[in-house]
């Protein structure tokens, strides 16, 4: 039996679990969002928890099993406080512009980058503009905008410039050395 399978997730106040069929629908006061789950996987909901049952001892159904019970986790955590990344924009004359659903990057081309947010997702630009975050209630497209505004300028390995995540620890290269 899985160890992290097995265990309920608490439902707390003010969210609502809707199971149709393979379709898990989760609404809380951040949103809502909603995923498909493996046919092979059951939901119980009831007293206040959701209970996710495998219908055998397969190796896929075993595999899915605290799969599936994470994904019910993560969206009922989404839904009630959310979830952010932050990204530190480096390099001079490099600067981030929140406009409405779209952020519009400086980052050293010959022209500015607008990035347009999918729908769900909001973006805060701090007033310095070297540092965007990222939220929304669905963990998985917060990590992919978060991921793509980081693909717009990936950080280089000798001064660091570009887009980077404000955990990440770029690693630097020493530069040529001159000739003796």
Known sequence: MSRIGKLPVKI??????IVDGTT?????????TSFKANALMKFQVDKGEVL??????STLARSLHGLTRTLVRNAIDGVTKGYEK?????????K???????????????????????????AEVDPKQTKVTVR????HLVGMTAARIRELR??????GKGIKYSTEIIRRKEGKTGAA
Do not use: C, M
């Open 86 to 94: 932050t990204l530190d924009i480096v390099g001079v004359g490099f």
């Open 136 to 139: 929304g209630a669905d963990k």
């Open 96 to 122: 981030a512009e929140g406009k409405g659903k779209e952020i519009n990057f400086i980052l050293g081309f010959s022209h500015p980058v607008v990035f347009k947010l999918p729908e769900g997702i909001t």
């Open 154 to 159: 990936p950080p280089e390995p000798y001064k």
């Open 24 to 32: 898990v629908k989760v609404e809380g006061p951040k949103g809502k």
């Open 12 to 17: 707390p106040e003010k969210v609502k679990v």
């Open 52 to 57: 996710v049952l495998r219908p055998d001892e």
